[in-house]
């Protein structure tokens, strides 16, 4: 990367060619005098000399001074692009230079670690310590870095609170344990800030020369691929290059830059899982499932991409696309099923559920009491009133509000109490060991009569065979889930009951379906 200065160095050559012109035009000048006035005015022409001496000299005193000067001008512009202004460290364009120079002369050099430090929580620091307290840190980071490698120029401060280092060691892992262990050893020791007392943890990332690769860039970016995956671990982590573990960090980081197209391609499809009651047999509604048709990937499973929409803040627009197409096939539909919707934590916290609701019913028509909007556990671990107020708010519109995948998040109770669901849906972790496994069948009973005695709908969702069925019939479920009774389909391609102007809700449609199954 070139640094170019905003005034136009580069002039030395005009300058010294103006020099010697001039020089060479007073000898000129003088040989012109000598011939004209001929020997009778030699001590003019010795006066001449001597002025074109004393012009020359004094143009090249100037001249030199003047070029001197914008020389080190120039020096001081690349000493301030080359270094961080708050820390003193190399900017992230010098430290990749170093890295070259290392790479060059690696036989002098020889092998070395690349490592990637990120402050946790730096938010939370910066917040506690103010803009000051926080400057103050990072400038004895810097410090303790420039003391720990002995040369300035192997540290670099990359952006606000990322920075790196080179470690050399002798090749073996003894030796890069000891040197890691010598450098937490000074960066976790307290920091003083404005009088106070400050105690951080870094997550950092790590690759080795030769062995991760021999090329800067990709040292570079296997060292950012461990920090990532360091950082999704949790706070205070350090790990090296794993060669499948971060290739599947950078696919990750590839799906999540590819989402924002996808919603404007029309790549989200909602495919939808029928739910049938236990007492009358019927289908008594959809569950509405978002997939992703990726063009060169295929049908992605939301397990895959859900989870990096709620760490990217995608969650936020694709729920909303979510809610509205799901209300949107409901109104089409010939018989009024009931559509069921997934809420993210994500997008409870961060916008109104409440308008965002209304707005969709509103456009599409759809009656409220067909909607059922659900809500996972790990919602209640730290509820507002807020939260809780918006909830009741949209059960008063006539909308259902459904707990999902109860037994696998929050372990406290006093929620299912203090807020009145109307259903409560068993995960599918308990329902596919009920044959052979007594606990279970213990933790539903004892979640059926819960839920009985707080006036709470159960379904039961992952059922896959008769026997579970039949189990969870017994059981007192009020309604079934499952790929036994249906998988998730697009039912704009299929067509099904949702359609059937016929349908006579005989009762007999559940025990259809997994009789058909079964044969």
């Known amino acids: 990367m070139s640094v170019t200065s905003p005034r136009k160095f580069g002039r030395n050559k005009k ?4 020099v010697g012109g001039l020089a060479i035009a007073n000898l000129f000048y003088a040989a012109f005098v000598f011939w004209l006035l001929g020997d009778e005015s030699q001590w003019l022409g010795l006066v001449q000399l001597a002025m074109i001496a004393l012009i020359s000299a004094l143009s090249f005193a100037i001249f030199y001074r003047f070029n001197k000067r914008e020389i080190e001008m120039k020096k001081a512009f690349e000493d301030l692009s080359a270094n961080d202004k708050l820390t003193g460290l190399s900017t992230r ?7 070259n120079t290392y790479l060059s002369n690696s036989k002098k050099t020889g092998p070395f670690a690349l490592m990637l430090l990120d402050i946790d929580r730096f938010r ?16 004895e980071i810097g410090n303790r870095l420039v003391h720990f490698t002995g040369q300035r120029a192997e540290c670099a401060r990359l952006s606000g609170n990322e920075f790196a280092i080179l470690v050399r060691y002798d090749g073996s892992g003894e030796d890069l344990q000891q040197r890691m262990q010598s450098l937490f050893t000074a960066l976790y020791r307290p920091y003083i800030c404005d009088a106070r007392s400050m105690e951080i943890t870094f997550s950092g990332g790590i690759s080795l020369y030769p062995d991760d690769s021999l090329e800067g860039s990709e040292l570079a970016h296997c060292a950012q691929f461990a920090l990532q995956r360091a950082k999704q671990q949790g706070h205070n982590k350090i790990y090296c290059y794993e060669e499948g ?18 919603l404007k391609n029309n790549e989200f499809k909602l495919f939808f899982q029928p739910q049938f009651s236990f007492a009358t047999g019927e289908q008594v509604g959809f569950e509405a499932l978002i997939r992703w048709e990726h063009p060169q990937r295929g049908l992605i499973s939301p397990g895959d991409f859900i989870p990096i929409a709620e760490q ?14 799901a209300c949107k096939a409901a109104i089409s539909w010939h018989n009024p099923l009931r559509v069921a919707v997934n809420l993210s934590p994500v997008q409870i916290q961060h916008i109104d559920i ?15 009491a067909r909607l059922e909007l659900e809500v996972t556990e790990s919602l209640f671990i730290n509820i507002s009133d807020g939260t809780a107020e918006m909830l009741q708010k949209l059960q008063k519109m006539g909308i259902s509000i459904a707990l999902d995948d109860f037994g696998t998040g929050y ?7 203090n807020f009145p669901f109307d259903k409560l849906k068993i995960d599918r972790s308990f329902v596919k060991d009920l044959t052979h496994d007594q606990g279970a069948m213990a933790i539903i009973s004892a979640v059926i009569g819960m839920a009985k005695s707080l006036d709470m709908r159960i379904t039961a969702e992952g059922i896959d065979n008769k026997e579970v069925l039949e189990i969870l019939k017994i059981a ?17 391609l299929v067509p099904g009951v949702e359609m059937d102007t016929s349908h006579t809700h005989s009762g007999n449609e559940l025990k259809s379906r997994h009789d058909t199954k079964a044969a």
Not at 93 to 99: E, Y
Not at 312 to 325: D, M, Q, R, T, Y
Request: glycine share 10%; net charge negative.
């Open 15 to 18: 300058q010294w060619f103006f």
């Open 93 to 99: 364009a010098k430290f990749s230079q170093t890295i």
């Open 124 to 139: 939370e620091v910066n917040t506690t310590l103010g803009y000051g307290g926080a400057d103050q840190l990072l400038k």
């Open 245 to 262: 573990a971060d290739e599947k960090i950078h696919d990750l980081q590839l799906l999540s830059q590819d989402m924002d197209r996808a």
């Open 312 to 325: 990217n803040g995608f969650i936020i627009p694709l729920s909303e696309f979510a809610l509205l197409e």
């Open 354 to 368: 409440v308008e965002l609701t209304e707005h969709a019913l509103q456009e599409t028509g759809l009656d409220p």
């Open 411 to 417: 372990s406290g109770l006093n929620y299912l109490s």
């Open 476 to 492: 007192g479920c009020h309604e079934a889930q499952g790929f036994l009774l249906g998988k998730p389909r697009d039912i704009t």
